[in-house]
């Protein structure tokens, strides 16, 4: 895949994602559809999946990338997904951003997990 067809997926996403997330807002989505907070999460992990391959194989801010195995990209590709999105939900919780009818642990479980199996779609589509 080349450096700049990732960027346009990356940018199709973002804006794909921002869309949801504004609709989300204006029609209380995240309260009405009991899936759609699943749906952005598993997008989110995606692109964050993504982007972490651009930023460390194409964007030439961290040097040569060097030449690693399929599994080694995998682990890395997961590790910063899983690290990203136990950030999120650490923001979300130092916000107060917590009214998951199920609890607070259980869908912080759910949205960390969906976070990483999106990582894993965005390692098999690079």
Same mark, same amino acid.
């Given at each position: 895949?080349?450096?700049?067809? $990732? !960027?346009?997926? =990356?940018?199709?996403?973002?804006? %794909?994602?921002?869309? &949801?997330? /504004? ?5 209380? *989505? ?8 699943? $749906? !952005?999460?598993? =997008?989110?992990?995606?692109?964050? %999946?993504?982007?972490? &391959?651009? /930023? ?5 801010? *961290? ?31 130092? *916000? ?31």
């Amino acid at each position: 895949m080349s450096r700049n067809h $990732l !960027l346009r997926i =990356l940018a199709i996403l973002a804006v %794909g994602i921002a869309a &949801l997330q /504004l609709t989300a807002i204006a029609f209380s *989505l995240y309260w009405t559809l009991w899936w759609y907070d699943i $749906l !952005l999460h598993f =997008l989110g992990g995606i692109f964050i %999946g993504l982007l972490v &391959l651009w /930023l460390r194989f194409f964007s030439g801010y *961290l040097g040569a990338a060097p030449i690693l195995s399929k599994g080694e990209v995998l682990r890395f590709v997961l590790l910063a997904t899983l690290l990203i999105g136990i950030g999120w939900e650490v923001f979300e919780q130092l *916000l107060g951003n917590t009214w998951s009818v199920e609890g607070y642990w259980l869908d912080t479980s759910i949205d960390v997990i969906l976070d990483f199996l999106g990582g894993v779609v965005g390692f098999i589509f690079f």
